[in-house]
């Protein structure tokens, strides 16, 4: 392990460990998560899938940083991402438990939101799970592979924000090969379904964060995908 191993370590600690000890700091983040979902749904994305993509890049690079890497454009893109995926996750927990009654499985949003943990609250978190990540994800992976790309061709500038994307040069240019057979085909179904399961088995306030959460593995599995 590195000093920059050390110290990013020291970092991510400094930030995160106050709402830890702090009864103050965390009432204040639950109330703030509470009034203003989309902005911290815009700030958890910005910092911990951001975060993923800076420990992808020390797997892929040895280095959490570079030049023309763009951490700042790739936080505001996140963000942006983030209010996207709150709103995905809220229409299909809300959609799914009602088509699922509309096929013949009586109950259902009422099974959903139950605090009871039960087998068939299960059944309803997977098929949520398997839903989204089947319409929504391979969109949103491919976008995000996009303003990735897009990002390295500005040279990580911030003015990356507000360039015209070139989506057909950047579309034709992707390694679809990595994206089919790798990112749709072995995450999805082996990591996004059952970690989105997880995701929606949680209380409704919890399920963004965690959603952030897993984009530091987004951040690792995008490692390893660029190295293939």
Known sequence: MKKQDFLFIILVVVVFLPFFLSDAVYDWYKSFNAEHGMVMSFLKFAILSS???????????????????????R???WGILGMGIN?????????????????????????????????????????????????FAPVFMTFHKITDTHILMCGGSIKSLITPIPMTKIITGLNWNVQWNFVFKKTIPF????AHTITFMLPPDMRVLFAALLGIVLGVLLAVAARK
């Open 75 to 77: 936080m505001v893109v």
């Open 87 to 135: 709103a995905a996750m809220i229409i299909f927990s809300k959609g799914v438990p009602q088509f699922m009654e509309y096929m013949g499985m009586a109950n259902a949003a009422a099974t959903f939101t139950s605090e009871a943990m039960s087998l068939d609250k299960v059944l309803v978190a997977l098929a949520i799970s398997v839903t989204m990540n089947t319409i």
């Open 191 to 194: 990591f996004w379904y059952p």
């Open 51 to 73: 975060l993923g993509e800076v420990l992808g890049l020390r797997i892929s690079a040895g280095v959490y940083n570079r030049k023309g890497f763009g951490i700042i454009p």
